[in-house]
């Protein structure tokens, strides 16, 4: 049987969290950092996500080669991500070489030499990475959704950063970005799989304890705008996004609006999904997404779709939007709630995403949430609370549109807004 996690802080403020999963030969480690690419100034651009890569070019006592060969030579493997609000870095071994995993952890975020030559190669790689993003619409329209509906503020900026801005970036520059984010009370270290905690704080002690302690950071409170972000392209497909402003982690209604958004557009049972393409066959994909942040939120509806079929689409769109929220149904919701319980439960059966989830949650909530309460959160969703959450959603009044590919029909955004009855 898994036991409960357990949650112990340092003398630095580090905290520690981990959970022992039985039968497992292996564990995720990992440390997510309370920083991202909304922490970062505007001359800044992409050091978030830069320095993730940089992490892993070389330290005081290791090669970038080494590292990757320390890991590789007992099986295990590393990865990072970076977000608009956090860093993560992973690693996955046998239960056996959590030692080794926990001090490369450690190493590369302590002790990262951000060599002149690596970085200069990074770069490189990064700014090739920048240039195939803008090659994949179904991923640029949400970024172009993001600075719509942000404007002028890090949280609507792209997470990659320019070309410009990181090939700018000096050891110096990052160094400094480090110091200032990458402190012991911004940070979780997180494991789960075949690891004893107490062990595990052991390590942490050792090898994290010349960690300093946080200190004050300015972060703007985000304000979302919305706003029209649209490119003629030649494409096959006109990319579609229609957002609205959502809900932030804490709110009310948080539970509610995953649950609106299953219905609406997540599974081949949503409403999107039967009337858009199944009935009509308007478009090959479409869903419903909601995004929340610690002080803002954006949800909407994405589809690909033939610059003919623009005209009937939109209005079909917004149709079942509004009609889910004169009238959801009881067995859609309980439908939707047994997805969120599944899609959250068979989830937790990897260490990786259990190791995530324990992290995010003390970032992101202070505490950790248990999966008993997780699961009554979901159950207490009802008809009139998805009803509730809905008209909130559609009466807000501003509206964000992100479009890509041969869009000339496409409606302006004033006559789109008019049919949510926003403007």
Partial sequence: MTQAPRVTTLPNGLRVVSVHMPHLESAAIGIWVDSGARHEVHQMHGISHLLEHMAFKGTKRRSAMQIAEEIEAVGGHVNAYTSRENTAYFIRVLKNDVPLAVDILADILQESVFDPSELEREQDVVIQEIGQSLDT????????????????????????????????????????????????????????????????????????????????????????????????????????????????????????????????????????????????????????????????GIAGVYAGTGQDRLGELVPVVIGEMQALAGSVRSDEVARACAQLKAGLLMGLESPGARCEQMARHLLIRGRLLTNTELVEKIDSVDVTAVQRYAERMLNRPKLAVSALGPITRLESTAKIAARFGAV
């Fill in 137 to 296: 619409p179904d991923e640029l329209i949400f970024d172009r959704l993001q600075e719509s509906a942000y404007p002028d503020q890090a949280i609507g900026r792209t997470i990659l950063g320019t070309p410009d801005s990181v090939g700018g970036m000096t050891p110096d520059i990052l160094r400094g970005h480090m110091a200032r984010n990458y402190r012991a009370q911004d940070m979780v270290l997180s494991a789960a799989g075949a690891v004893d905690h107490d062990a595990l704080v052991e390590l942490a002690q050792e090898k994290f304890s010349r960690l300093a302690q946080s200190m004050h950071r300015d972060l703007p409170h985000a304000h979302y705008q919305g706003g029209d972000a649209r490119e003629v392209k030649d494409l096959e497909q006109v990319h579609l996004v229609m957002a609205l402003e959502g809900v932030t982690y804490d709110d009310p209604d948080y539970f509610a609006s995953q649950i609106f958004t299953t219905v609406l557009g997540e599974g081949m049972s949503s409403r999107l999904f039967q009337e858009v393409r199944e009935k009509r066959g308007l478009c090959y994909s479409i869903y419903a997404f909601s995004s929340s942040f610690v002080d803002t």
